[in-house]
């Protein structure tokens, strides 16, 4: 999981519309995501930071009403990183 992480991130850092669009896949509202779903968004935020914020909306969106849902530490921890 991490190496597919990676993966997209580095793919992100070139073509963050391609890589945004798998996550965002993954990232539907009402449902708590996968640690890695979430990391990789975390990752690729910190590796392209202006290819992101045109996503800001949608992610920040999702993710807040997500964060009630989040019960575990390592969930909990994930959203704060």
Known sequence: QQAASSALVAVGRRFVNCAMEELLGKFQPGVLPHYYVVRTLADLAAANVFGMVPF??????????????????????????
Request: proline content about 8%; hydrophobic content about 50%.
């Open 56 to 81: 800001l909306n949608s992610v920040l969106g999702t993710m807040l009403p997500m964060l009630g849902m989040a019960k575990a530490d390592p969930m909990k921890s994930v959203f704060c990183y």
